[in-house]
């Protein structure tokens, strides 16, 4: 064996147990007792874990007059960091564009510079009979999954219309359509009825993005979805209504999958009214909600409403960036950090708070994103052949999740006064060590693009 990693407790999504791993040409080779090789790492008293998959992020995304901060370098980095080693970034079509197009120009921004690996989904933003024929190519070349944003009306937002025809066609090809699901009609209303009365606070923010236009979207949507037969993922869900509109769905037999990410389980709106404008940190869409959801959303995880955590890691800084909505709330970019501490958190809020198991959040973080986006059994899981991604997870390992003990390229931490139990001591891609004593040390561009394969859920 190239490598041997001894003495640890091997975690997959359904079994625990004690094991030598080998590793050979970069993928898991062996997995057995008293193993040799060429070099061996101890891992006594660690979790041996497949790599984190965040199946949500934002790298370089020009939204809202700026571009958020991390670009695939500085947020590849930092994801390796905190244990993940593939991350699904969202190229997005502009109006004008074909979807190869969209998709090049993201596959640019990452070429080079992705320090792990990385798919794609594409973002639908107009549907013709040329886009139809299109989304099959996409699946083709190893892009089977689209996003369609019920929200943000007068850029990304696309009508009913648009998301049934791309359910349809995704039945087809073996596609799956992901929707941000906010009714973007409603928000718009809202936003522009705040705005003219004088209300500046992002507190306005999330009023202006109620949990029902959030339930709404989210059962339209999944209701579209049964209506055609296609499978459908509903991102960044926040709040117990929307839950509900999943549970309906799954209960009629439909094809309904949802993602939460780890700020809507750890904090509540009050996060909005915090002096200073610090509450802009917080402004995203959907926004955070009333006491209630994150237990409802810890519920979903547990109990298997919800299926994968994602971050939408979209981070802008402070200065400068979240600053540019001070005297209006609408003009704050919406989005924040989060893929570097995805893990962590989730760790120390899921497994060590006693409200799951340490597989289901493998399951959580790692082997559901890998089943649901076409990527097992080469990612995701520990099963000869896979790849060697792997995160030696020292459970007992403490962390303070303030900027300065993190790698993401923002000028805050949204957690800074979080400690957490439950880090990665290393993390490997694909056979080789690329974060040591929580610094990155494999090789910036390293990171491959993953052709991923037809979903067929
Ligand atoms: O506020 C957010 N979520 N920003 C990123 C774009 C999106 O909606 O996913
Ligand atoms: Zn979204
Ligand atoms: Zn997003």
């Known amino acids: 064996m190239d490598l041997v990693i001894k003495g640890g407790v091997i975690v997959t999504a359904t079994e625990s147990y004690r094991a030598d791993l080998g590793v050979e040409d970069g993928s898991i080779a062996l997995i057995g007792r008293n193993l040799s090789g060429d070099e061996v790492i101890d891992a006594s008293g660690m979790y041996v874990m497949p790599g984190g998959i965040d199946p949500h992020t934002h790298m370089e995304l020009p939204f809202m007059g700026t571009v958020s901060s991390d670009d695939f370098r500085t947020g590849t980095v930092a994801a390796a960091c905190g244990g993940t080693t593939t991350i699904?970034?969202?190229?997005?079509?502009?109006?004008?564009?074909?979807?190869?197009?969209?998709?090049?120009?993201?596959?640019?921004?990452?070429?080079?510079?992705?320090?792990?690996?990385?798919?794609?989904?594409?973002?639908?933003?107009?549907?013709?009979?040329?886009?139809?024929?299109?989304?099959?190519q996409m699946v083709e070349i190893g892009v089977p999954s689209f996003k369609i944003f019920?929200?943000?009306k007068g850029t990304f937002m696309v009508d009913d219309e648009t998301l049934f025809r791309s359910l349809l066609r995704a039945k087809e090809i073996g596609g799956l359509i992901t929707v941000h699901a906010e009714n973007g009609d409603l928000l718009n209303y809202l936003i522009n009825k705040h705005?003219?009365?004088?209300?500046?606070?992002?507190?306005?923010?999330?009023?202006?993005?109620?949990p029902e236009a959030e339930a709404e979207a989210t059962h339209r949507a999944i209701v579209l979805a049964g209506m055609t037969g296609a499978p459908i993922y509903v991102v960044h869900m926040t709040c117990a209504d929307a839950l509900e509109a999943v549970k309906t769905g799954r209960a009629k037999g439909f094809k309904v999958y949802g993602e939460t990410c780890p700020q809507y389980l750890i904090f509540t709106m009050d996060k909005y009214e915090e002096p200073d404008f610090e509450g802009a940190k917080y402004v995203m869409s959907p926004p955070l909600?009333?006491?209630?959801?994150?237990?409802?959303?810890?519920?979903?995880?547990?109990?298997?409403d919800l299926q994968?955590?994602?971050?939408?890691?979209?981070?802008?800084?402070f200065v400068g960036q979240k600053e540019m909505g001070r005297d209006n709330f609408a003009a704050i970019p919406n989005g924040m950090p989060g893929v570097e501490t995805r893990m962590p958190l989730l760790y120390h809020f899921g497994v060590n708070e006693g409200r799951f198991s340490v597989n289901r959040f493998v399951e959580l973080v790692s082997t559901g994103p890998a089943r649901l986006f076409g990527l097992l059994p080469r990612k995701g899981t520990i099963a000869i052949g896979a790849d060697a991604d792997l995160v030696i997870w020292d459970p007992d390992k403490e962390r303070r999740l303030t900027r300065e003990n993190l790698h993401m390229n923002v000028d805050h931490s949204p957690y800074e006064r979080i400690a957490v139990k439950g880090f990665p001591s290393l993390v490997l891609q694909r056979g080789e060590v690329i974060v040591r004593d929580d610094q990155f040390v494999g090789k910036v561009g390293a990171g491959k693009f993953l052709k991923r394969s037809p979903i067929h859920l």
């Not at 994968?308 to 800084?317: E, I, K, L, M, S």
């Open 150 to 152: 019920m929200a943000y």
């Open 289 to 304: 909600r009333e006491k209630g959801n994150p237990e409802a959303l810890w519920r979903g995880l547990a109990g298997g």
């Open 195 to 210: 705005v003219a009365e004088g209300r500046k606070e992002p507190i306005w923010h999330a009023l202006s993005h109620p």
């Open 88 to 136: 699904i970034d969202f190229a997005i079509q502009s109006s004008g564009q074909t979807l190869r197009e969209a998709l090049e120009i993201w596959l640019e921004k990452a070429e080079g510079k992705a320090s792990i690996d990385y798919g794609m989904h594409v973002a639908i933003g107009a549907m013709d009979d040329e886009r139809m024929a299109e989304m099959g």
């Open 308 to 317: 994968a955590v994602g971050t939408d890691h979209c981070p802008f800084n």
